[in-house]
């Protein structure tokens, strides 16, 4: 974590930015205690990222409404470092995370390694983490310009924002590569090589069933790992339901990458029911497909740095690319990122504008 700085200034870097997801929301945090004034953008309605929530809707047969969270996202996440740890307790603490040893059918009976999920949802944990911040959702940053005053944004819809001393792009390396592909041609080169597995993931409400574990890991494709979403702890009770989450391998997800996604729907449907007991007497109220483009990074440890900071353009880049592709790494480098701005500024003493060699 970085020291705070004597206190807010205003001549301190004002910094944008972008990404709302763990590493995102972790550097944001950090900076604005060490008293940058920061300002968070993502495209999406809501903060979280990868560590996603989607409301589902369906109607019972005695014409009640229903609607449930379910994580599309990531299930549920480790945290073995001791500092990442320590940030989950406080997180316990503070009542938007729970720990969940899920009954795993078919892999470890019993013993599946201590996780955790953020509560009720999982975008609970970055919400948490970014609150009291500024963060401008529905903000899908396009292009990054660069003149004498700083960094704009230029949004999709036409608007801008800035200028800005410093930008942070917080997003899996091909969307990062694209943004500072003009401006950083090598690290451009470097990040849309990082190879990325997609995934095609099923959202499902049937009846409840007699299904005595918390997650399956299914040993042949196409599906890899499926959650009771309704067992993990701090979620609603659904009397009478069974809320699923079933994610496909890699394998399969790139090769149906570009399928009509009710076809996959159904793929993932029959699929889902050969783990279902009595499947054909089972009701299906409710099912869904989200694709993930940029799941994770096939390989995690793009640099054992953790983060890249580049002082005389005043850009810096964080994400779980940079480790192994977790919950825990993204934590790792948003942290690591806002620490090394945070002692370019203790080591300089005044914050100095990177472009004044620009100006002259
Ligand atoms: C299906 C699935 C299962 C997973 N399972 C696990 C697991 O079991 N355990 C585990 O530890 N991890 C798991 N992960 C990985 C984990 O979710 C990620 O490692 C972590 O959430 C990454 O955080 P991040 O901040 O690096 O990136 P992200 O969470 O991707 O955050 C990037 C943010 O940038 C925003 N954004 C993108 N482009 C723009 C733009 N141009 N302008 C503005 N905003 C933009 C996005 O909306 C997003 O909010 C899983 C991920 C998926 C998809």
Redesign the pocket.
């Known amino acids: 974590m970085p020291h705070a700085l004597t206190a807010p200034r205003p001549e301190a870097p004002s910094v944008a930015i972008?990404?709302?997801?763990?590493?995102?929301?972790?550097c944001a945090a950090a900076l604005q205690r060490a008293g940058f004034r920061v300002t968070v953008?993502?495209?999406?309605r809501g903060?979280?990222?990868?560590?996603?929530s989607r409301r589902v809707r369906w109607t019972s047969d005695a014409g009640e409404a229903h609607v449930a969270a379910l994580d599309?996202?990531?299930?549920?996440?480790?945290a073995e470092q001791p500092r990442f740890r320590s940030m989950i307790a406080s997180a316990e603490a503070a009542g938007c995370v729970e720990s969940w040893r899920p009954e795993v059918h078919s892999v470890w009976p019993g013993a599946a390694p201590l996780?955790f999920v953020a509560v009720p949802c999982?975008p609970a944990l970055?919400k948490h983490v970014l609150a009291g911040l500024p963060v401008r959702p529905l903000?899908?940053?396009?292009r990054l310009r660069r003149d004498a005053e700083g960094w704009h944004?230029q949004?999709?819809e036409g608007d801008s924002a800035g200028p800005f001393d410093q930008v942070v792009l917080?997003?899996?390396a091909p969307?990062?590569a694209?943004?500072i592909a003009s401006h950083a041609d090598g690290w451009a080169e470097t990040l849309a090589a990082v190879p990325m597995a997609s995934?095609w993931?099923l959202m499902a409400v049937t009846d409840d069933v007699d299904w005595p574990w918390d997650a399956a890991v299914p040993p042949n494709d196409p599906l890899a790992?499926v959650s009771r979403n309704d067992r993990k702890p701090g979620r609603d009770a659904l009397p009478g339901f069974a809320t699923w989450v079933a994610?496909a391998s890699a394998e399969w997800s790139a090769s149906h990458l570009e399928d009509d996604p009710q076809q996959v729907e159904a793929e993932l449907r029959a699929a889902l029911s050969t783990l279902i007991p009595n499947a054909q007497q089972v009701q299906w109220h409710h099912a869904g497909v989200h694709r993930?483009r940029?799941?994770?990074?096939l390989h995690g440890g793009l640099d054992e740095r953790g983060c890249w900071w580049d002082a005389r353009l005043g850009v810096g880049l964080?994400?779980?690319?940079f480790g192994n592709?977790?919950?825990?790494?993204?934590?790792h480098?948003?942290d690591e990122l806002a620490d090394t701005m945070v002692a370019e500024i203790e080591a300089g003493g005044e914050f100095t504008l990177p472009f004044l060699d620009l100006v002259r």
């Open positions: 972008v990404g709302a997801g763990l590493s995102g929301a972790t953008f993502d495209k999406s903060v979280g990222g990868r560590m996603a599309h996202g990531t299930h549920h996440f480790l996780g999982m970055c903000q899908q940053v396009m944004l949004m999709l917080a997003l899996p969307q990062a694209s943004l995934c993931t790992w994610h993930w940029y799941a994770a990074p964080c994400g779980d690319f592709g977790t919950v825990e790494a993204a934590w480098s948003g």
